[in-house]
């Protein structure tokens, strides 16, 4: 048996996959979540084969979860279920050790496919976000302007960032500069709205 856990706050959403799922023979759901912040527990106390994580989640996304599971040595391998199809998703996805992203309109025999695969040792990928992410390019973001446009898409302010990146207030400003020059924006809430749509921050 193939042990899953899933992870979606969508309750309704996360009953339906773990009752479809639980009619495969060789799938067992041991543990069902609804934050991104208890994944980590769950993982240590059920001990799943395959964590199928979605992206947008309280506490946490999938995306960060998958990153703290890959640190911490986890055992299970890591499977995208998600709405979102935005491209920059799947690369961010594979940089963090993810081996399957599918979307949440696949029929349950694709998600079980790529459960199998995964715990095999394989990667599964949807193909359409697969080519949706070829077409979009690398993302053009460093690191610090990734890091300051999540930080003023949350509504920091400049001063606040500067104190928190231990940055001068000009050098902040320098980087959404930079970022906004690179995504051919007017303003940096037009820069996060562009990361934020092809799934770079």
């Known amino acids: 048996m193939i042990r899953v856990l899933l992870a ?8 339906a996959v773990a009752a479809l799922l639980g009619l495969e023979p060789d799938l067992e759901v041991v543990a ?12 240590a106390a059920h001990d799943p084969d ?3 994580l979605d992206i947008d989640m309280p506490g946490a996304n999938g995306l960060t979860v998958a990153e703290s599971l890959r640190d911490q040595g986890a055992r299970c391998s890591v499977c995208i279920l998600t709405s979102f199809g935005r491209p920059g998703y799947l ?6 050790g993810v081996r399957g992203f599918v979307a949440k309109d696949a029929p349950t025999e694709e998600l079980a496919a ?7 040792g394989g990667r599964y990928l949807d193909a359409e976000l697969a080519a949706s992410a070829m077409a979009a390019g690398d993302n ?3 690191g610090r302007e990734r890091e300051i446009l999540r930080l003023t898409g949350a509504g920091t302010e400049t001063a606040r960032i500067a104190a928190l990146l231990h940055l001068s207030e000009g050098t902040v400003r ?14 940096r809430l037009a820069a996060v709205r562009a990361a934020r749509d092809m799934g770079w921050i």
Do not use: F, W
Not at 8 to 15: Q, T, V
Not at 91 to 96: C, E, H, P, V
Not at 174 to 187: C, E, F, H, I, R
């Open 8 to 15: 979606d706050d969508e309750h309704l959403i996360r009953g």
């Open 32 to 43: 069902e979540v609804g934050r991104g912040d208890e994944v980590a527990a769950a993982v």
């Open 50 to 52: 395959v964590a199928v």
């Open 91 to 96: 690369r961010r996805a594979m940089a963090a």
């Open 114 to 120: 790529a459960i199998r695969k995964v715990h095999g």
């Open 140 to 142: 053009p973001l460093t």
């Open 174 to 187: 320098n980087y959404l500069s930079t970022a906004m020059a690179k995504l051919g924006v007017p303003n």
